[in-house]
């Protein structure tokens, strides 16, 4: 039984043997590309649950080809670089990265992160709100469907269950490492700049002024609290 189907994409050949050797070894379908337009093109040709992607390629670069991913089916995406900075991480995060791992890494940490983000791919929510509506702002979560001042907007996956989660704890502060587990995982709880990144997003998106935010609310030193 497959556990998934994953594209990986990178521009060296030994790399993409080793990382196909190793996924179907785990049970997952591989299905392998070598520059960021060839990516796209086998996307929509098997249309994977779960995309690896370098972040350095030649001609269309990671973050150009994490950019254009975004703009079609929501398919996680998790970006696999030498860079450790947390500017490359927010750089990546902001291009619509769902998590970034840094290389080298163990084979046990991608696998752990491959399956944190296909289970909240695969997972149908359960219990927490339904619907949140206010005169400027309509989320329904179980069509994933949000309005914000009369406008549709479309949140990534990663977005949507981080304000799903700061919704069904309307008026609490949340931490940031119950947010961060909450969304990306039980291993997650040390990614401050993964929470910043996002929750920047999805101001931008769903508050009339994001620097002056009626709805998500920093609590300094704690983590975010939604304001409904």
Known sequence: MSAGKILVVDDDPQIRRVMKATLVAHHYEVTEARTGEDALEKAQQEMPNLVLLDMNMPGMG???????FRA?????????????????????LDAGADDYVTKPFSIEELLARIRAALRRSFASP???PRAFTAPDLEIDFETRHVRAQGK????TPKEFELLRHLVA?????????????AVWGP?????????????????????????QPKYIITEPWVGYRFAG
């Open 62 to 68: 990671g973050l150009e080809t994490c950019r254009a």
């Open 187 to 211: 291993d997650y709880g040390d990614e401050p700049e993964y929470l910043r990144v996002f929750i920047n997003q999805v101001r931008k998106k769903i508050e009339r002024n994001p620097a």
């Open 169 to 181: 704890h309307a008026g609490k502060p949340v931490t940031h490492r119950e947010l961060l587990q």
């Open 72 to 92: 079609g089916p929501d398919i996680p995406v998790i970006i696999l670089s030498v860079r450790n900075t947390e500017k490359d991480k927010v750089a990546a």
């Open 126 to 128: 359960e219990g927490g």
């Open 152 to 155: 549709d907007v479309r949140l």
